[in-house]
């Protein structure tokens, strides 16, 4: 068999015929085709597909290769495609999931571990020093003290119930270290959401707000492409979080303390909070629910606020958010924000 001779094809996602072929493909070995996935090569021996690779944003994944073809460099093939085809576009640190049985192939790519799930995953980037940099960065704010806590949040947007619990926080705490989700996968994006924080927490001399980036909370922590069951694949991107926070975050501050809110909303959130209750002691961290802050019997959410602002109810979101929120939302800046969130019926 003629390594040459494999025909490489980018493959039209837009094709419906193209991507059942991949989802088939994938299939036969035990992997499942992300919904979120842009760009999708193939390796061909004749008509019939024998490898093939995939990326969403700057996260490789769904690589795998026919069992009959292993063991002759097409996953290299396929990494080398999709690694220049991300510096193209510009994307130089990049990520990889795979199956923990594949993590020395793809070590010997240039790819790092970050960390595993046993027998589930294991999640690696391509710079060796990529993780260590953003843990000495938010070193940089580590205060020596009794109580160090830390809270993540999304806020899409910041409320006062956001608001309310890191008050609770920062009343019971030495520091309280504010992980602000960037991914930009929600309505108000990443820096408007981190701005608005740090305006809602400008009062509170004690708490620290930092972007999360890619290791907290964000497509480089959801490994769940190839897991078929839903609620295994929430517990997988749970667990491998959880991991990347208690092995690599909390040292850096030295926290011992995570405050969330109650969740009655989202079952994704809730079962990441539960989850959450059971890692996280293992790292001597303590997780610590707080009930909702509520107006009229109503618990304060930021769904609640888009809610009111698909309706074109924007008066009624001065009780639920913080005036530096509401002044934004009413502003020329939010104008584009506002009419895709009215235009839109998304969870985020």
């Known amino acids: 068999m003629e390594f040459a001779h494999f025909q490489e094809r980018i493959m039209l996602l837009t094709s419906e015929t193209e991507k059942k072929r991949i989802q088939e493909f994938l299939g036969e070995q035990d992997l499942l085709f992300d919904n979120d996935i842009e760009y999708t090569v193939a390796l061909f021996d004749k008509e019939k597909i024998i490898a093939t690779g995939s ?102 947007p910041f409320t006062l119930g956001h608001q309310y619990l890191i008050e609770y926080a920062a009343a019971r705490n030495d520091q309280v270290n504010i992980f602000a989700v960037s991914e930009d996968k929600s309505s108000f994006p990443a820096e408007v959401r981190y701005e608005l924080i740090k305006e809602g927490v400008k009062h509170l001399p004690n708490v620290v707000v930092h972007k999360g980036k890619d290791y907290i909370i964000s497509s480089a922590t959801f490994p769940s492409y ?50 959450m209750k059971e890692v996280l002691p293992g790292y001597h961290i303590q997780v610590i629910e707080i009930p909702r802050m509520a107006v009229d019997d109503s618990a304060v959410s930021a769904s609640k ?3 009111y602002i698909r309706s ?17 939302i009413i502003s020329k800046e939010a104008r584009n924000i506002i009419r895709k969130i009215q235009n839109e019926n998304s969870r985020h």
């Open 55 to 156: 990326f969403s944003q700057k996260i490789l994944k769904c690589i795998a290769v026919d069992q009959e073809y292993k063991n002759m460099g097409l996953s290299n093939r396929i990494v080398s495609h999709l690694v220049s085809e991300q510096y193209q576009r510009g994307n130089t640190h990049l990520f990889l999931y795979t199956k923990p049985e594949n993590y020395t192939l793809f070590s010997e790519l240039g790819f790092y571990k970050i960390s595993e799930v046993i027998s589930k995953v294991v999640l690696m980037e391509n710079k060796p020093n990529g993780i260590k940099s953003y843990l000495e960065d938010i070193s940089e704010h580590k205060h020596e003290g009794k109580d160090i806590a830390s809270i993540v949040m999304n806020c899409n």
């Open 312 to 328: 074109n109810d924007l008066e009624k979101i001065q009780d639920l958010v913080p005036q530096a929120t509401y002044d934004f």
């Open 226 to 275: 190839f897991i078929k069951e839903y609620q295994d694949a929430v517990e997988t991107h749970a667990l491998m979080d959880l991991k990347i926070f208690g092995e690599h975050i909390t040292p850096s501050l030295g926290i011992h303390k995570r405050y969330i809110g109650e969740e009655p909303y989202c079952h994704v959130t809730r079962t990441y909070n539960q989850i």
């Open 305 to 307: 606020v888009r809610a």
